[in-house]
């Protein structure tokens, strides 16, 4: 049996190994380079039915914070 690795997981760890250094020790490149990852990462879950939930729990936030001020 093969092994594969998930882009998606993959990404989501490389993100979360990043985010975990000091922001004190990042270059600009680097900070920029980690925004890139996270767009793919984002690019990678949206079509799932996990990026799907995260929309809508969002766009539920956003009309609950859009009702709360009115």
């Not at 979360?16 to 270059?27: A, D, K, N, V």
């Amino acid at each position: 049996m093969k092994p594969t690795i998930n882009s998606g997981v993959l990404l989501a760890v490389t993100v979360l190994l990043r985010l975990r250094r000091r922001t004190q020790s990042r270059s600009r490149n680097d900070e920029k380079l980690t925004v890139i990852i996270v767009l793919a990462l984002g690019v990678v879950i949206a079509p799932t039915p996990v990026g799907e939930g995260i929309f809508d729990l969002l766009g539920q936030l956003a009309s609950g914070i859009t009702d709360s001020s009115r």
